[in-house]
Every structure is written in structure tokens, then in C-alpha cells.
């Protein structure tokens, strides 16, 4: 019950009940909904080992603790319990996803139910847009100008809830845009153009109707990294250019410029942090104390929890996108390099042959009502897998955690091969276990449980946020929880020793975070 309510809780959040008037606000309907998905959630909570052994679960529950300390260090003990009210709903997503997505199949299901949110969002935004139903929740009319004078009008597509701005609107859009190609099928023509493209471009116009100049930068950042590995990076970067200079000239942000004039208001805001955080290093000036110093918000994630809650609580934050990166990145990468059976090399044309084979014969699809033979039933064995085998890591078992740590077995109790090992050892002409009196001859084969075409778009999504963020002050929303409440899933379900990175991700934080203040201060001071 508790994966339902995830899903639930998760597209009520982006649909938002405030969207029907604010007099639903005080029914509490989400926090009522976290309630219940919270206790429904325990059973999973308690026996999922993943939970224990997941770095992001850690810092994720050492951000709550820091946005606490943030408040009682400035002496404001009440604040902290405030400030937990405010951020814990967002908190929750994260939580309940990982506590819950525990197979390929919950992965998917979840994945789609954002989709689906945002394209149920995205078609209310713009009949409001084109048709005025609901048009002062879902269109901003905002006025622009220069030097004081008003230049223009322009009309700005929005969400609701915690999507009411234009730029929160237009990342979670962007997010959603590779999330979407998790649906793609090879050679799928028909189905790719319906269930993939046109929602695509739909969820692209949308964008577009937000006039967000962060989403400008974002989506030329995203074909850049789309783009680099199958043209290469001097190819990419010409066509990230290109990009940013048509939707330029395409009017994307209606009119108002990309320049440091432009972003005067938004440096002084930068150099207000740095002020912030200078004055108080460690803990910051508190959880949502930034407006009390400046007129406007940072736009910028990093310089907001700098000033806000010190090199505590910006440490731990930049920590979780250090630490799921390096994890999607070597996930992936394990799923790029070359595979050896029986001593053979196999190239990529091989192991994409082998995935898609693999696949079918988990019946791991999008457009059947079949159920994966796996994905959900536990595997019941007597007999232990050789090692060589176990190195598939075949498939994270659901209601059976002891069984997942133990090793996943390729026979039941009656000696008869389960199926999948018989599908798999077919595929490579391997003769199965049962028939065979020696141990199966399998050198190992880096392939993660999640397809690599999964990790992947995740990995964009989780670079169109921190690309927008550059720009947003998005540290305590939804979005980013919801993007790393995924890739922690997923990371879980093909969690290796050689993806957790022993320890590399505390020096690499710490650069980063180095970097990024050395960067910020030296803009700031070419400013002034």
C-alpha cells in the first residue's frame, strides 16, 4: 500500500489541489495524504536494505538536521520546527520513493505517473493560455523593461502549487523531457511518435510559453550533454550553440534579454549572500531568512543555502548531487564497457543485442498488460548461484530483503532452472545449470539490473536541474527531491561495491564546492 500512495502523493503534489482555489488549502489534503503514505511506508522502511546502505539516504537525513541547526544557531529554537514543516513535504518525496520504487517495475510505474502530472499540467496550462480557462492560475502576465522604462507585456505559462512560477514551471519541464525517452523502443516508429516525440514537443512547447531564460540555457545544456557522446564534444558544443541562438531568435523569453545588464538585480542578490554567508559561515542565517537581507532571492541554489544555512547545511546539499552523479556515471559506464563471455570480447552491437534479448525475456515492456515474471515475485531456491553468475545481480527481490542480500539463486527448491536463467543461458548458448554436472563457464559481465537507457535520462534530468539551478534559488523544492528520489532508487536496484565510490565523493564535494564559491565571488567582484 505504501507504493500506492507514493504514486498518489506524487501526482497530487504536481497537479496541486491549490490549482481548485486557495480555499483548498485548508482542507491539508497533502499533508494528510504524507500522513498516511508515511505509515503505509513504514513495513518497507524497516526491511529494505538498500535504505542502510544508501549514502543519499544519510544526507538527506543530515540536510533535514542541518536546516534544524540552521535556526537554533541563531537562536531561534521554534524555527527549527518551522522550518521542518516547510521542507519535510518536499523531503517526503524523496523519502517515500526510495523507501518504496524496490523493482525495474515500481521504477516505471512512478516515471510515469510524473509524466503523466506534468502533461495533465501542461494541457490545463495551456487550454488557460489559449482558451482562459483558469488563466490567472496558469498565466502569468508580467511587464519587463529596462533602465525603468517599461518595454513590453508579455504572457507567461505556469503551474500551480509549487510550480506557480513561470521558471519553477519551466524545470520541471525540462526535467520531464528526457525522463519521457524511458519509453523509447528501438525500431518502434508508431509508438515512439505517439507515446515519446509528441508528448515531447508538447512538453517543449509548454517551455517555451514560460519565456524562462534559465530553461533557455538549460535546454541547450541538455542537447550538449545529449548530444556529446554520439557526435562528440566540439560536434555537440556547435550544436548547443546553434540551438540557443534559434530559440533566440525564435522570441523564447519573450523579449527579454540574456545579459549582465539584464541580471544586474540578480548579482547584487549574489553578492548579498556572499555578505551572508561571510557573516555566518558555519550554520548560515537560517532556513528562509534570505529575503530578510535582500529584496529579491539569490537565483542561485548554491549561493541560497551558502547564505542560508552555512557550509553545513550547502556542504550536505551539494554532497547529494555529488554523490548520485558519480553513481548514475558509473552505472552507466559499467553498462558501456565491453562484455566477455566464455573469454570472448563482445562489442556494443553484441551486449545491445544481448540487453534488448534480456529484456524480453523479463517481458519488460511499455506497451503490454503482461506482467514481468520477476519484477515482483520472489525467487525461491535451494540451491546458491555460482559466483560468476550472481555478478548479473538479476534482479532486486520485492518482500524478500534477506534473499536480496544473500544472493539472487538461478534454481528452486525442486532443482528446476527458474526461468529467467533459462532464457538468459539460451540467449548466450550457455547449457543451464540443471544440465550440466560442472559450474557454468561465465566470465562476468558488467550489466546493471536498471537498463542503461534509464539511467541515462535520469542522469539528464538530474543535469537540467542543476543546470536551471544555476539560475533559481530551488534548494527546498519538490523537483529536485523528486529527481534524486529517483536516481537513489535506481542506484539501489544496481547497487555494486563498485559504484559507491569509496569515499571519492567527500574530496570531490568539497572541490566543487570550492570552485563554485571562487566562481560566484570572482563574477560578484567583476561586477563591481
Known amino acids: 500500500m505504501g507504493f500506492v500512495f507514493t504514486v498518489v502523493y506524487i501526482i497530487i503534489t504536481i497537479i496541486s489541489p491549490a490549482q481548485f482555489g486557495p480555499e483548498w488549502a485548508n482542507y491539508h489534503a497533502l499533508l494528510y495524504l504524507a500522513g498516511i503514505t508515511a505509515l503505509t511506508s513504514l513495513p518497507s522502511i524497516l526491511t529494505q536494505p538498500h535504505l542502510r546502505s544508501s549514502i543519499q539516504t544519510y544526507l538527506m537525513i543530515g540536510f533535514v538536521v542541518a536546516i534544524g541547526l540552521s535556526q537554533v544557531a541563531n537562536h531561534w529554537f521554534g524555527g527549527a520546527i518551522q522550518s521542518w514543516l516547510v521542507f519535510l513535504p518536499s ?64 504572457l507567461r505559462l505556469r503551474g500551480a502549487g509549487f510550480l506557480n512560477d513561470p521558471n519553477d514551471f519551466a524545470q520541471m519541464l525540462l526535467i520531464a523531457v528526457p525522463l519521457i525517452f524511458i519509453a523509447w523502443r528501438q525500431g518502434r516508429v508508431v509508438s515512439n511518435s505517439l507515446f515519446v516525440l509528441a508528448p515531447a514537443v508538447l512538453l517543449l512547447w509548454a517551455a517555451y510559453l514560460t519565456h524562462s531564460r534559465g530553461a533557455l540555457i538549460g535546454l541547450a545544456v541538455l542537447g550538449l550533454v545529449a548530444a556529446r557522446k554520439r557526435l562528440g564534444t566540439t560536434a555537440s558544443v556547435a550544436l548547443a550553440s ?20 539584464e541580471g544586474a538585480d540578480r548579482l547584487e542578490a549574489w553578492a548579498t549572500g556572499l555578505e551572508l554567508f561571510k557573516h555566518s559561515p558555519i550554520f548560515g542565517v537560517g532556513f528562509g531568512n534570505f529575503t530578510n537581507f535582500n529584496e529579491i532571492t539569490a537565483h542561485n541554489s548554491i549561493v541560497l543555502c551558502l547564505a542560508e544555512l552555512g557550509l553545513v ?48 525475456a523479463l517481458d519488460f515492456t511499455f506497451d503490454t498488460d503482461r506482467t514481468a515474471p520477476f519484477e515482483d515475485k520472489p525467487i525461491d531456491s535451494g540451491h546458491e548461484l555460482p559466483m560468476e553468475v550472481d555478478r548479473f545481480e538479476v534482479m532486486r527481490i520485492e518482500e524478500q530483503s534477506s534473499a536480496a542480500s544473500a544472493g539472487y539463486e538461478a534454481q528452486d527448491a525442486s532443482g528446476e ?39 541515462v535520462v535520469i542522469r539528464l534530468a538530474l543535469i537540467a536541474f542543476m543546470t536551471t539551478s544555476w539560475f533559481l534559488s530551488r534548494v527546498y523544492e519538490t523537483t529536485v527531491y523528486l529527481v534524486l528520489g529517483l536516481a537513489t532508487a535506481a ?14 565523493w567527500i574530496p570531490v564535494t568539497l572541490a566543487m564546492e570550492v570552485l563554485a564559491i571562487i566562481f560566484i565571488y570572482l563574477i560578484v567582484r567583476l561586477r563591481h
Open 91 to 154: 523531503a517526503a518525496v524523496f523519502f517515500f520513493i526510495v523507501a518504496n520504487v524496490t523493482t525495474i517495475r515500481r521504477l516505471k510505474i512512478v516515471t510515469l505517473a510524473v509524466l503523466a502530472s506534468c502533461l495533465v499540467l501542461v494541457i490545463e496550462a495551456l487550454c488557460g493560455y489559449y482558451g482562459g480557462f483558469l488563466g490567472d492560475t496558469f498565466v502569468l502576465k508580467m511587464t519587463f523593461g529596462s533602465n525603468g522604462q517599461v518595454v513590453g507585456q508579455i
Open 491 to 504: 542506484i539501489a536496484l544496481s547497487s555494486t561495491e563498485a559504484t559507491r565510490g569509496r569515499g571519492r
Open 242 to 261: 546553434i540551438l540557443a541562438v534559434g530559440l533566440l531568435a525564435l522570441d523564447f523569453t519573450g523579449g527579454r534579454g540574456i545579459s549582465a545588464s
Open 417 to 455: 532452472t527458474a526461468p529467467f536463467f533459462a532464457s538468459l543461458a539460451t540467449t548466450m548458448g550457455v547449457t543451464a545449470a540443471s544440465e550440466v554436472t560442472t559450474p557454468i563457464e561465465l566470465a562476468s559481465i558488467q550489466k546493471p539490473i536498471v537498463p542503461s537507457n534509464y539511467l
Open 313 to 360: 547545511g550547502a556542504t550536505i546539499w551539494l554532497a547529494l548531487l555529488v554523490t548520485t552523479t558519480m553513481s548514475l556515471n558509473s552505472l552507466i559506464a559499467r553498462g558501456d564497457e565491453p562484455a566477455t563471455i566464455d573469454g570472448r570480447h563482445h562489442g556494443i552491437s553484441d551486449i545491445s543485442t544481448l540487453e534488448d534479448e534480456t529484456e524480453a
